[in-house]
Nanobody
Framework: VQLQACGGGLAQPGGSLRLSCVAS????????MGWFRHVAGKEREFVAS????????NYADSVKGRFTIARDNAKNTLYLQMSSLKPEDTAVYYC??????????????????WGQGTVVTVSS
């Protein structure tokens, strides 16, 4: 599976962005999916994950209530709607497939195929 993430950019604090992750090769229909983010000098951090059907979701405490993960299997696309953005949300955001189909897993080592990352900057 080859994943391509897009939708990043510059947003003001309190603003919104929507990230998308499209499978350019293969399909995400058979995979639980996740979003992670990375800031230089820190570990790649779990953000959110979703099961195959899109019904069950898991969020990091730092984004709960502000971010929403969703998927459209017909379009082979994963989304991350980010609202009430904060400067500490600034990071490179990555989408990934869970290697075992377990949406509740939050370690990056549980995910195998990764998109190339899209940069989100939150600043006034």
């Amino acid at each position: 599976v080859q994943l391509q993430a897009c939708g990043g950019g510059l947003a003001q604090p309190g603003g919104s962005l929507r990230l998308s992750c499209v499978a350019s090769e293969g399909t995400i229909r058979n995979s639980a999916m996740g979003w992670f983010r990375h800031v230089a000098g820190k570990e790649r951090e779990f953000v959110a994950s979703i099961n195959l059907s899109g019904v069950r979701k898991n969020y990091a405490d730092s984004v709960k209530g502000r971010f929403t993960i969703a998927r459209d299997n017909a379009k082979n696309t994963l989304y991350l709607q980010m609202s009430s953005l904060k400067p500490e949300d600034t990071a490179v955001y990555y989408c990934a497939t869970n290697r075992r189909g377990n949406f509740y897993e939050t370690s990056r080592y549980d995910y195998n195929f990764w998109g190339q990352g899209t940069v989100v900057t939150v600043s006034s």
